[in-house]
Every structure is written in structure tokens, then in C-alpha cells.
């Protein structure tokens, strides 16, 4: 169900574009994966939306357990692979997430968190 999330997860980005609800209109969507020089190792990202110098790093999580705040940390670690000077995270939950999460997310304003019950 992953990759189906992910999919869906896809289609709410777009029609949050076509309703103007993103910071900026996305030129390309689509997963990312290549190699972190640094901790070399392989690294993948989702979905990226990206435009100029804006960019959404999404995560998509289809699991039981809530979603804790070391999914944010890692997408802002392999955000640091690139150079976009806008940026926003969206991490995207079947079943919701930690209060750590919540509230971390809440000191923030280019975090977003999104259950599957937002999204239908």
C-alpha cells in the first residue's frame, strides 16, 4: 500500500495547487532517491513539488503506529542535499501523529501535517 499512498498523497498536492492552498505553483512533482556524499548512503525522498527557488519535501507514511518526530528530522536532514531557498516539509499519515511531532511541527510554519482522513 505504500506506493499507492504515495500516489494519492501525489493527487492531494495537485489539487491543493489547483485550489492555490501551496506557497508557490509546483513546476515538478515526482520521488527522489540518489546518494548522500556525506553519509554515503543512498537517500530517497518521497515526493518532491518543486519550482525556481521553492520546494515541498513530502514524506508518505501507510502504517498503523502514529507517526513520530524522527521522520521530520530525517527529511530535514536529506533536505540539506540541496539548495532551494524556500522550503517546506508535508508529512503525510494513515493514522496521525505524536504529540512530539505535533508539537514541534506547531513552532513551525512551513511544516504540514496531513492524515489520510484529511485527504478524503
Partial sequence: M???????CKQYIVEEAKLNRLSFFPGKIGKWWGNNPKKRR?????????????????????????????????????????TFSKVYYWIFSRTGFTNILKTEAA?????????FSEMI
Avoid at 52 to 75: A, F, G, R
Avoid at 107 to 115: A, F, S
Fill in 42 to 82: 543512498q537517500e530517497e525522498i518521497d515526493i518532491m513539488v518543486y519550482h525556481k527557488d521553492s520546494v515541498i519535501y513530502c514524506e508518505c507514511k501507510w502504517t498503523n503506529s502514529l507517526v513520530n518526530i524522527d521522520v521530520l528530522n530525517d527529511l530535514i536532514e536529506q533536505s540539506k542535499l540541496f
Fill in 107 to 115: 513552532k513551525h510554519n512551513n511544516v504540514r501535517l496531513i492524515t
Fill in 2 to 8: 505504500g506506493r499507492v499512498f504515495e500516489e494519492i
